[in-house]
């Protein structure tokens, strides 16, 4: 017989099932009380009933569970700090879209030598969410795998869909479905149109395949997500968070029938990837806040213990703690210096309601 199928293909592996993984590590109730209020609130951002601004903050990805739970107990803690003005989550990205090769993120390659655990990957990633948000923490993730939101999705309260992912059918279906908010961000190439389509596609109903929480291949059939917006992270044509950039944003989501709501990454081409540079970004946000923009919600900032970012070394036992191993991040003092100050900004506007 001549071979027809799984000419490229080496091998299989078999997944524990959601619905095993989830009853060897199930939500506790703190946790779970947790991820209730943090839908709620981020939701209540969104719509316009919080008029706090929501600060999507943490690691570009998670590569060290120790460092990342360090990380989520200072973050909870100045959570606590800002709350009258800021609404914190921590990024907790467990899957990066590679533009060629490279690390793909803690659930493919948790222990960063080609090993690809992925059964381990999936345990580990959701034992440090239930660590995170029994710390009171709302918690953020990239929805980069059609399959992992469900062993996942149940502690995330905003989730993005990225730029290279925003125009895909697959992930506008799935984002459909998810139980969080989902923020789509522009194209690489700067374009809002495939964010902007997308947001009228989620909110739909779509059947589309995939597995149930028992592991078996089903007709998925979701409600639709009307907790979509947009994220502007910048593009090949340079950055697009400036007044202009935003005010065109604005015009083309009411052209299309959407409420502008928007959110800023201040990282990628936004800040010309120099880590350095988010805060100037941020700032500028607050200023357009403060100016009377009510169609700004949030930032996002790609932060960690340490600055910069590290290569994966030959050596692991090399790894600098606390460090990127993608993009680079500003440190902890900076971050928490500039949300102070953010923070302290926003506070007779937002306290007064009259954003």
């Excluded at 199928?5 to 703190?30: M, Q, Y």
């Excluded at 951002?45 to 120790?66: F, K, M, Q, T």
């Excluded at 690489?188 to 009228?200: E, P, R």
């Excluded at 929480?213 to 917006?229: F, L, M």
Aim: charged share 20%.
């Amino acid at each position: 017989m001549t071979e027809l199928e799984n000419l490229n293909v080496a091998g299989h592996e078999i997944l524990i099932t959601p619905e095993k993984l989830k009853e060897r590590l199930p939500v506790t109730s703190a946790a779970a009380a947790s991820v209730v209020r943090a839908r709620e609130a981020v939701n209540a951002v969104l719509g316009g009933e919080d008029r706090r601004l929501l600060a999507i903050v943490g690691p570009c990805s998670i590569h060290d569970p120790s460092a990342a739970l360090e990380y989520g107990e200072r973050l909870a803690a100045l959570a606590r700090r800002v709350d009258e003005t800021m609404l914190i989550v921590m990024r907790a990205y467990f899957e990066k879209p590679r533009s060629t090769v490279g690390w793909k993120g803690l659930v493919n390659d948790p222990y960063l030598n080609d090993t690809f655990r992925v059964a381990d990957g999936l345990t580990i990633a959701r034992q440090l969410l239930i660590d995170l948000a029994e710390l009171g923490l709302p918690l953020s993730t990239e929805a980069l795998n059609a399959i992992t939101p469900q062993y996942l999705q149940d502690l995330i309260a905003w989730s993005a869909i990225g730029a290279r992912t925003s125009e895909s059918q697959t992930h506008r279906e799935m984002a459909s479905g998810l139980s969080s908010a989902v923020g789509f961000k522009n194209g690489t190439d700067g374009s809002l149109d495939a964010a902007v389509n997308a947001m009228h596609s989620v909110a739909e109903p779509h059947r589309f395949l995939g597995i149930n929480p028992s592991g078996q291949v089903a007709v998925i059939e979701t409600r639709g997500n009307a907790n979509a917006h947009i994220v502007l992270r910048g593009g090949a044509g340079g950055p697009n968070y400036d007044a202009g950039s935003i005010a065109a944003c604005e015009r083309k989501m009411e052209k299309a029938g959407l409420k502008p709501v928007i959110m800023v990454d201040c990282s990628h081409a936004n800040s010309n990837k120099n880590p350095a540079t988010q805060p100037a970004v941020a700032r500028s946000i607050v200023k357009q806040i403060l100016r009377g923009n009510r169609s700004i919600v949030g930032i996002m900032l790609e932060s960690h213990l340490h600055e910069g970012r590290q290569r994966i070394p030959d050596r692991l036992e090399d790894l600098r703690y606390g460090v990127s191993i993608t993009d680079g991040c500003i440190d902890w003092s900076t971050t928490e210096s500039l949300l102070l100050e953010i923070a302290e900004a926003l506070r007779p506007t937002v306290l007064s309601g009259a954003a």
